[in-house]
């Protein structure tokens, strides 16, 4: 038995291989979905083998971030709040044959890194990018965030949200990222092995996922702090593209489509074309 705040004596094997034992317990809120996320990453990364030695975790600022921070065994690189893209981006031109896993927030990547996410997707940059998209700014108090619906009661918004959501893997797609999917924090297997094929993809992997906020979304946009609560929320407003196909444009308001939304493996990006690059011009 382990008490608040100390390391608990049995961690789970995923965590004993691949965390920092002095960072657990993580600092999520009970009944948060970004623990299920991560979960999903260490499970991709154990099945592609993938090791310390040649993954490296980088993370923007919020609560995504504050548990992935300084986690990982091997190499983390913190960025400041909205430039993951641009820190991963100076990563991997200067090693290519290194795997860079980042994590970002709702917030991070689509207000203050907004501009950042944009290019790197431009650029296919071949770097994996998870998003946690909570809908709303979850370590600053629950203000609302670019992807928080419309309507959503918040701490900015007390009279409702008067914005569209954005939606940023339609955004991924259309700038140019190699591979695109949505899942839901519940879609453990397909999400672990989202994760898998975008590690495995050339160019710019973006995976979004919905996951419950029972302290921020939960308390202020529905009303309760129960997660189950906010996850019956995430699948009434979710819908698989196949189904999409099966129901009127009226019922599809307001839901989040969830799958792959484009896979083109084939695409060139700035990596490959700046060795290219190199090779051409450099110097001995
Ligand atoms: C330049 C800058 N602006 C604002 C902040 C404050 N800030 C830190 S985290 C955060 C919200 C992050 O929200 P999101 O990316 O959705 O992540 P979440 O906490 O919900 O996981 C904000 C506004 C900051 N740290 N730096
Ligand atoms: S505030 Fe929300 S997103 Fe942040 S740790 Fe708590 S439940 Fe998770």
Redo the contacts with the bound molecule.
């Keep these: 038995m382990s008490t608040v705040g100390e390391t608990p004596n049995v961690l789970h094997p995923l965590v004993a291989k691949y965390l920092r034992k002095e960072r657990m317990p993580h600092?999520?809120?009970p009944?948060?979905?970004?623990g299920q996320v991560v979960h999903a990453v260490l499970l991709a990364v154990d099945e592609l083998g993938l090791t310390p030695k040649d993954t490296v975790w980088v993370q923007g600022v919020g609560?995504?971030s504050r548990?992935t921070y300084s986690t990982w065994v091997g190499d983390n690189v913190d960025a400041h709040h909205g430039r993951m893209f641009a820190v991963a981006t100076g990563l991997k031109m200067a090693r290519p044959d290194m795997n860079f896993i980042c994590f970002t927030g709702d917030g991070d990547c689509g207000a203050i890194g907004g501009n950042h996410f944009i290019h790197a997707c431009r650029r296919n940059l071949d770097v994996t990018a998870i998003l946690f998209n909570?809908g709303i700014y979850?370590?600053t108090g629950g203000q609302v965030a670019p992807t928080s619906p419309l309507g959503a009661v918040t701490t900015t918004t007390p009279y409702g949200n008067i914005e569209d959501p954005f939606d940023m893997c339609q955004m991924a797609v259309a700038a140019g990222a190699s591979y695109v999917a949505r899942w839901r924090s519940t879609d453990f297997k397909p999400l672990a092995n989202s994760i898998k094929k975008g590690i495995q993809t050339k160019g710019l992997a973006f995976i979004e996922v919905l996951?419950?906020?029972?302290?921020?979304?939960g308390r202020y946009v529905l009303k309760t702090s129960n997660p189950q609560d906010v996850l019956k929320w995430i699948k009434d407003h979710s819908v698989s593209q196949k189904e999409a196909k099966k129901i009127s444009k009226e019922e599809l308001a307001g839901k989040y489509l969830i799958g792959e939304f484009v896979y083109r493996p084939e695409r060139t990006g700035i990596v490959e074309r700046y060795q290219e690059f190199l090779k051409k011009y450099q110097k001995d």
């Design positions: 600092m999520a809120c009944g948060c979905g970004i609560c995504n548990i909570n979850g370590m996951l419950q906020c029972p302290t921020n979304f």
